[in-house]
């Protein structure tokens, strides 16, 4: 009988690179801990982990050496506070999609062993529509789509969700308008992706509200702090409590994609599809 309780496993992604995705999932994680919820954000970036850089951290050790059998999730786990542990991912050196059976298990079994010690697991994905990335959004129990006023952002994502509709058959996205100037603005992406996905998709789009552009980001990455913890007080700061706020009220799935073994299986059998 599986004693687990459900978590919330929230995908960050975008469909290219640019638009802030990191830093959304940095500082929504942070928001969602000040909360009081117990968090951990997975830099699923295992190509260019950049999650570590932007939190000013230095790991000793990544992911990649749970799936070597070289130590533990615990052991690579990184405290920001009481509440938020980050998982680094390695630089250059793991690819999901070449994993092995043995590390597919070690992968289920470092997650299980820290099961009953998150509320959310936020995934930071890498940029594009790779295999690594389809396979964690797939085993996601919700995916945040980033978009940002540039061309190629609202086409991009497009492009993301036309794939994952078109050959996992999902069918329900939010989408977060980051770097926004109003909040006009940021309905306007919205409504640009929404006219397209309409059209030609048999999906669900919830718009989840706008980031706005703020200097104090630019200034929070050059110092390797998240903007949250730098400028507390600041619009975007306020913006992003206001998405945890939201996030909060997510309904929880209690069966099988709401735990985090499920979350993990998932995965692996994404990984091993696409082989």
Known sequence: M???????????????????????????????????????????????ANVDVLLGLRPQRTIADVLDGECGLPDVMLSV?????????SSGTQEMTALSPHEHAE??????????????????????????????????????????DEPTSITDAYALIKLLNRDYRMTRFRV?????????????????????????????????????????????????VAVLQAFPKSKVSLAYKQLANKVNGWPVQAVPRGHLE?????????????D
């Open 262 to 274: 499920f979350f993990v299986e998932r995965l692996v059998q994404g990984v091993r599809s696409s």
């Open 81 to 89: 506070n009481d509440n938020l542990r980050i998982v680094p991912a």
């Open 176 to 224: 977060l308008a980051n770097m926004v100037r109003s909040e006009q603005e940021g309905r306007n992406m919205f409504g640009k992706l929404l006219t397209v996905t309409d059209r030609f998709l048999d999906v669900t789009l919830q718009y989840v509200g706008s980031i706005p552009y703020d200097e104090n980001v630019r200034k929070a990455v050059q110092r390797q």
């Open 2 to 48: 599986d004693q687990h309780k459900p978590v919330k496993v929230i995908a960050v992604t975008g469909g290219k690179g640019g638009v802030g995705k990191t830093n959304v999932s940095v500082n929504l994680s942070l928001a969602m801990a000040d909360m009081g919820h117990r968090t951990v954000l997975m830099d699923a970036d295992l190509g260019l």
């Open 107 to 148: 992968l289920i079994h470092a997650f299980s062993a820290v099961a009953d010690d998150v509320d959310v697991l936020v995934v930071d994905t890498a940029a594009g529509i790779s295999d690594s990335v389809i396979s964690f959004i797939k085993a996601a129990q919700e995916v945040l789509v980033v978009v940002c």
